[in-house]
């Protein structure tokens, strides 16, 4: 299998999401992840509708809904850092877990802000992911220009991820090397974990050294057609005004939901 | 159809509960980690660029590939797990810690919008403690292994001390952050985040000091210590410029402190969920006044207003503890250099 198989997040599709200017789309995310992280834990409604929000777009976007959803549960483990708060915070006892010595109470408050914690990571990542799905990665890392990150990191990450995938295919050839001379016929191969970290250590240190000589390479060839140091961009075309109304529109809304969490509901 | 994706190698690697999706942290915690983060790659990339000049670019874009690649180097530990690297320090070692910045910097932001690995608002506070905090960390003590000896055995211990501690300092700092946050009550993040962090860095310290044998192997000038001037020195131990470590780094290191600090009370109304437990539990009462109080429950005498007060509190705490540390460290060094120059007569 080659790294181009997991690297790539980028979904083919025709969607108005997959022809929309990515930073419309961008800061459209961003806007949606701002709004739902804002919305104070309980406020199941306003959950609800961010929710609803963000699988729309999903259905809207037409990469699977299937995919999308299993995409979207790679933050969920974390969600077990959360879990204490259940018994600390403060609030209306709701249940008790024996634990031998202990007794744990559980408090409304407590499972009411881990449930919001969840819900407002899982609609994050949906909405991200609904982005990546979308948006070919070029197309996104050029949108960042427009947030005013400095041109020097996008043009790191940009070359960053035009060797990505030469240099997570060295990885692997020589994982496959290394699987290929340790034959296992039981479960382990290979001496200690020591001796296994020096091998795994002597490889990173061998892929540092290939790495360094191949970016010596790349800067040469770099020069040979012109570098100079400033780095040429094409500027990105002027927004549409019908995107321009889009983003505001959806900003708005997102920014009610959240107001009306706090004031209304 | 596409067929199912799967990781190449076997065996799933050790959870590094470091890259924080969205929503655990709260909205004063993210912002502020937006701001210092900035402020850090914007002194990361002068530095840099006056290191690299036209060279920033290429360089520093392919060893942050080269990270993302050495990141799937595995290793089984025990169980079906696996140890990998997360290259902090190994990038702090090789390249120096501004360059180490800039290529942590693309590293996390990249796994975070490409790949939702760690969320887009919080990805300040994840550029913070994995690629700031984690490579000064690893950086520091690097650099403190090396001034106290020059020899491959201190290259190999302080490349352990500083690739374990990198992983530690990430842990705590992301432990803190969440504590901040009111998500985690600070008292159980904290050691459990920095417990566990305890023995995964041994696995970075490992893999660390390995591929830096193998580099000094294959390429032994790459780890020699950059000097200011391309001269080198006629005196190894010159009092006044190239020893002392800069009081600039020593306001740096309290003024971030103290900010995390002045952040606190806007974080959670309720910081200390543990001591509602311990009520609770029934043993609160046990608890009663420790015999050296110094400040008593985080709060200074005479001051009225309870979020001043902890304001207050906060700052002498840290600035006692920072003075404390700082000149443990300082002792060390004077220590050492003393020695070293003795030898040297």
Known sequence: ?265 | MVSSITMPATGANLPLPLHAPDGFFSMPVAIAGYLLAAAFIGIAIRRANKDLNERIVPMMGVMAAFIFAAQMINFPVAGGTSGHLIGGALAAIILGPWAAILVMTAVVGMQALLFQDGGLVVLGINLLNMSIASVLAGYGVYWLARKIGASFTHLLIGGFIAAWLSVIVAAASTALMLGLSGTTPLALALPTMTGVHMLIGIGEGLITVFALSFIRAARPALLQMPEKSAVPSAAPAEPSRSGGISIRWWIVGYLISLSVVLLAPFASGSPDGLERVADDAGFIERAQAAPYAVIADYAVPGIQNQALATIAAGVIGVTLIYLLVAGGIYGIYTLYRRRATLQHE
């Open chain 1, 1 to 265: 299998m080659t790294a181009a198989g997991f690297l790539n997040r980028y979904l083919e599709g025709r969607s108005w999401f997959h022809t929309a200017d990515a930073r419309i789309k961008l800061l459209m995310a961003l806007g949606f992840i701002f709004a739902t992280t804002s919305i104070p834990p309980g406020k199941w409604l306003a959950f609800a509708a961010m929710l609803a929000l963000v699988w729309l777009a999903a259905g809207f976007s037409r990469v699977g809904l299937t995919r999308i959803f299993l995409r979207s549960l790679v933050a969920i483990p974390f969600i077990l850092i959360a879990l204490p708060t259940v018994f600390t915070k403060p609030g209306a006892p709701l249940f008790d877990l024996d634990i031998m010595l202990f007794t744990l109470t559980g408090t409304r408050e407590g499972l009411d802000f881990f449930i919001s914690v969840l819900l407002k990571s899982w609609a994050s990542v949906t909405a991200a992911t609904v982005l990546t799905a979308t948006t070919p990665p070029m197309r996104l890392l050029e949108a960042l220009r427009s947030l005013r990150i400095p041109a020097v990191l996008v043009a790191i990450v940009m070359l960053m991820y035009r060797y990505l995938f030469v240099l997570v295919d060295e990885a692997q050839r020589l994982m496959r090397a290394r699987a290929a001379r340790s034959a296992a016929i039981g479960r382990k191969a290979g001496g200690s974990i020591v001796w296994r970290a020096k091998s795994a250590g002597g490889m990173a240190g061998s892929l540092f050294i290939r790495t360094l000589d191949r970016s010596e390479r790349i800067y040469m060839a770099m020069l040979a057609r012109g570098y100079d140091g400033n780095l040429r961009q094409t500027g990105s075309p002027p927004l549409e005004r019908r995107a321009l109304a889009f983003l505001a529109a959806s900003l708005c809304l997102c920014a009610s939901i959240a107001a009306a969490a706090r004031l209304v509901l």
